[in-house]
Nanobody, 125 residues
């Protein structure tokens, strides 16, 4: 089992940057593909990005490619989401999630086994 805790959210002005972190407990972090999802008020949960166990294979929502970067440090049991050129429409609760096997290739939340509680990101105009 994996427990995930996100951090790094906050209030930022449009055009600014934030880096989110998601730290895992347990010994087997490196065996899980990881992803970030987000959910804005009144909207469905949305896939943001995912990466493979080694971090060598990354996937992004088409609308976010070029502004967001996902990465991981298996020694620190942490996955990151670097968010640049933030827009008010990026305002949401951002959650990290872990999947087994090839689950990181999937963009629907059902493919992920473990979830963090989320961290709020608010982008002001």
């Amino acid at each position: 089992q994996v427990q995930l805790v996100e951090s790094g959210g906050g209030l930022v002005q449009a055009g600014g940057s934030l880096r989110l972190s998601c730290t895992a407990s347990g010994r087997t972090f490196s065996s899980y593909g990881m992803a970030w999802f987000r959910q804005a008020p009144g909207k469905e949960r949305e896939f943001v990005a995912s990466l493979s166990q080694s971090g060598g294979d990354t996937r992004y929502a088409d609308s976010l490619k070029g502004r967001f970067t996902i990465s991981r440090d298996n020694a620190k049991k942490t996955v990151y989401l670097q968010m640049n050129s933030l827009k008010p429409e990026d305002t949401a609760v951002y959650c990290c999630a872990a999947s087994g096997g090839w689950g990181f290739l999937q963009r629907f939340s059902g493919a992920y086994l473990y979830w963090g509680q989320g961290t709020q990101v608010t982008v002001s105009s």
